[in-house]
């Protein structure tokens, strides 16, 4: 797996009688790299070992050609990151911690306060954490984690306690950054950003269930529903060739999987088709 | 722009200005002025004239009648006050024998320099000896020349000691009021300066350090101000060379030793009660630093923010340190002040005693957190940590009270050595006391750096 920034292989993490991780092995380059899994799965552990916030019981970890556990100072000084559980000094205002942060990395405050203000931080963070919703404390740290970036993102659980709007600016920022870096995103919440993946790691139970990349297969599909009487339509005469089908009416969404991807030039009463992971629908069908 | 914030090592309390400094330090001293002065605030209300006795047993000399000395021998008892209004000092003699005893009392008054004398004979064995009347409240040093004939045999001797006097009411007056008033503006400019956009940079560090002990000197001031009529409170030692000089200009040319009388038996670093809960809040800072729920759920901030292991433990380690430690040296010269004005022109050398005195307590302070960090690192748990230690700490409250005392007395004085004063210790036993303590602290603070930087963020 050469050029890949963080890579785990044969990776065991235990915390004492739990076994948090068994038997890992992933390897994640440039680009969105989405982890899912149900709670406990092994997620966050999985990103904490490639900060180096945790040493792994057994196996091999390297994020940015380091040992993380042993470079941790010089992993989270290139790193933006935002993880899950993380608490904030409540006694302080949002843009006392946010400079404190600046300071400690040498950040360009114009840049910060141009994201802050596009997540709403701004209009805030001039008082004490301590009278924050749990939503107002995620975009803060969600700020210093997109502030951060220098070779690399990572996200745990980015998307709850957040609002659709922010969820839609917090993809942009993901589309934007992957196209730079690797990002690592875990999450529970398949969204549009997340639908983009380029690669997607499906944990159960502290295994590795699939790890499918694009690269890989690109058969699956997401239509944008124009008119859902003419796809139908056109639906049934190549029904033969749909493997599945799942359907999102919030959003007018449809997922195929598809034999022969080129059937989706024969769909009718659609806007746009795009590739999606296909094991995204599986996960779509599990949550 | 680049942000212009320089974080330091008190922007571990995760905020660059000064304000969260000051009230973290404010805090604790609050908390130990409040124990410090407890013993004197048991009653503030005005009540009935209450007695505080106290007698005090002395050998006197022994004299061979046969050599028929002519020469009167004496002895010096010097009586420490602590006294609110109103208190007077009453006293007696009790001999073993009965001769005619001559008593001079000389009293001075280190508020308003005021000289009281006295002077009494006491015929036969037991004879009252004039009362002391306190004018205002202070520290007055009482002392009392007990001449005896050289043809005595004498062995034992008593001086009964009673301080009368009453608690009274807390007054504000008007040098309170302007100390109240000049604490609300210090106050509120700290908050302007905090609140302030452009508090940034150097500017905010200088004012921070300028004001922040001025803010905390004045609180502790106006606290001992505040407290004005205090419980009596009465120390004795004994002189036993005699002076020829009168007894007002022996104790005038001695004042350092006056002042270190002064020390020893009045400021709160004498009291043991005082010693065991800062030893307790010393402790509680690193605990809250390092193991307390707080602490581990900040740990993933900590650690993205800082991004520098040894740094943190660096900047944490520090910041315990200086907020239990730096709070004591401004209570006790508030302290100071407000019972011995003279201290404000005081010499050097009662600076430099003042200042071994905060040093023995920063030794004390280093090896309680270099223990309690390594305990608590030990454990990974906070509250399990806190739970040892405090027991400990209440078993050394109970049971070890004289061994609290002898440490900082033997910590004050190696410190008095190694600053050239006068030490009970030699220099060298002085140097082993002081290694004895910072070795262990360092060893300490070394395996809990080994442990901390394996420590992983969960």
């Given at each position: 797996m050469p050029g890949e920034a963080f890579i785990a292989r044969k990776v065991w993490k235990q915390f004492r009688a739990t076994i948090a991780l068994s038997d890992v092995s992933v390897a994640y380059g440039k680009g969105l790299n989405v982890i899912m899994g149900p709670n406990g799965s092994g997620k966050s552990t999985l990103l904490r070992l490639f900060l180096g916030l945790l040493k792994p019981s057994k196996g091999v970890v390297e994020s940015l050609g380091l040992t993380p556990w042993k470079a941790t100072d010089k992993l989270l000084k290139n790193i933006g990151a935002c993880l899950e559980g993380t608490s904030l000094p409540w006694w302080l205002s949002g843009i006392d911690v946010i400079r404190m942060f600046a300071s400690r990395r040498g950040l360009e405050w114009a840049r910060i306060k141009e994201i802050a203000e596009e997540l709403g931080v701004t209009a805030y963070w001039h008082r004490p954490i301590i009278g924050y919703s749990m939503g107002m404390r995620k975009k803060l740290l969600l700020l210093m984690a997109f502030s951060g970036v220098n070779e690399a993102l990572v996200l745990d659980e980015p998307?709850?306690?957040?609002?659709?709007?922010?969820?839609?600016?917090?993809?942009?920022?993901?589309?934007?950054?992957?196209?730079?870096?690797?990002?690592?995103?875990?999450?529970?919440?398949?969204?549009?950003?997340?639908?983009?993946?380029?690669?997607?790691?499906?944990?159960?139970?502290?295994?590795?269930?699939?790890?499918?990349?694009?690269?890989?297969?690109?058969?699956?599909?997401l239509c944008k529903v124009r008119d859902f009487k003419e796809l139908l339509n056109s639906l049934t005469q190549v029904a033969n060739k749909v493997e599945q089908l799942s359907y999102r009416s919030n959003k007018n969404r449809i997922i195929l999987s598809l034999v022969d991807e080129k059937f989706t030039n024969k769909l009718q009463g659609v806007e746009t088709c795009k590739n999606i992971l296909p094991g995204l629908i599986e996960y779509m069908e599990y949550s | 722009m680049r942000s212009r914030k320089r974080a330091t090592f008190i922007s571990y309390l995760y905020s660059e200005e000064w304000g969260t400094l000051l009230a973290v330090m404010g805090l604790v001293l609050g908390i130990v002025l409040g124990i410090a002065f407890s013993p004197y605030m048991s009653n503030l209300t005005p009540s009935k004239v209450e007695k505080y006795p106290e007698s005090f047993m002395f050998t006197g000399l022994v004299v061979n009648d046969r050599e028929r000395m002519r020469v009167l021998h004496s002895d010096i008892i010097v009586v420490g006050i602590l006294a609110p209004r109103n208190t007077s000092l009453e006293s007696s003699l009790e001999l073993p024998f009965r001769y005619n005893w001559l008593v001079n009392i000389a009293g001075y008054s280190f508020a308003t320099s005021e000289v009281i004398r006295a002077t009494s004979l006491v015929a036969g064995s037991r004879g009252e000896l004039p009362t002391i009347v306190v004018p205002q409240p202070g520290?007055?040093?009482?002392?009392?020349?007990?001449?005896?004939?050289?043809?005595?045999?004498?062995?034992?001797?008593?001086?009964?000691?009673?301080?009368?006097?009453?608690?009274?009411?807390?007054i504000i007056n008007t040098r309170e009021t302007v100390i109240l008033v000049s604490i609300i503006l210090l106050i509120v400019i700290a908050y302007i300066l905090y609140t302030n956009p452009r508090r940034q940079g150097i500017l905010g560090w200088v004012l921070g350090l300028s004001v922040t002990p001025v803010i905390v000197f004045l609180i502790s001031f106006f606290y001992v101000a505040s407290v004005g009529p205090l419980q009596p409170r009465l120390s004795v030692m004994k002189v036993s060379q005699a002076h020829s000089a009168s007894l007002i200009s022996t104790m005038l040319s001695s004042r350092d030793e006056l002042v270190d009388f002064f020390l020893s038996s009045f400021s709160p670093l004498s009291y043991y009660r005082f010693l065991i809960v800062w030893g307790i809040i010393t402790a509680g800072t690193v605990l809250l630093l390092w193991g307390a729920p707080l602490e581990s759920r900040l740990e993933t901030y900590e650690r993205i923010v800082y991004a520098s292991r040894n740094k943190l433990f660096l900047y944490k380690n520090l910041v315990a340190l200086l907020v239990s430690t730096l709070p004591i040296p401004f209570s006790e010269i508030g302290f100071l002040w407000m019972l011995y004005p003279g201290f404000i022109g005081a010499s050097f050398t009662r600076v430099m005693v003042l200042f071994s005195d905060f040093l023995s307590l920063f030794t004390i302070a280093?090896?309680?957190?270099?223990?309690?960090?390594?305990?608590?690192?030990?454990?990974?748990?906070?509250?399990?940590?806190?739970?040892?230690?405090?027991?400990?700490?209440?078993?050394?409250?109970?049971?070890?009270?004289?061994?609290?005392?002898?440490?900082?007395?033997?910590?004050?004085?190696a410190w008095r050595s190694v600053l050239g004063l006068r030490s009970v210790l030699p220099p060298r036993s002085a140097a082993w006391v002081l290694a004895k303590y910072l070795a262990s602290a360092l060893a300490a603070y070394i395996l809990s750096y080994l442990i901390y930087v394996r420590r992983e963020v969960q």
């Open positions: 998307y709850t306690l957040l609002d659709s709007k922010t969820i839609e600016l917090v993809d942009k920022y993901i589309a934007l950054f992957s196209k730079e870096v690797p990002v690592l995103l875990a999450t529970h919440i398949v969204t549009e950003g997340v639908l983009n993946a380029d690669t997607l790691t499906i944990l159960t139970g502290g295994h590795v269930k699939a790890h499918i990349s694009k690269e890989e297969t690109g058969r699956a599909v | 520290f007055y040093v009482i002392a009392y020349n007990i001449s005896f004939p050289t043809k005595a045999y004498l062995k034992k001797y008593f001086l009964n000691l009673w301080l009368v006097g009453k608690h009274g009411k807390v280093l090896l309680i957190q270099s223990l309690a960090l390594l305990l608590v690192l030990v454990l990974r748990r906070g509250s399990l940590a806190a739970m040892i230690i405090g027991v400990i700490l209440i078993v050394v409250f109970t049971y070890y009270q004289g061994v609290v005392t002898v440490h900082q007395a033997s910590l004050s004085n």
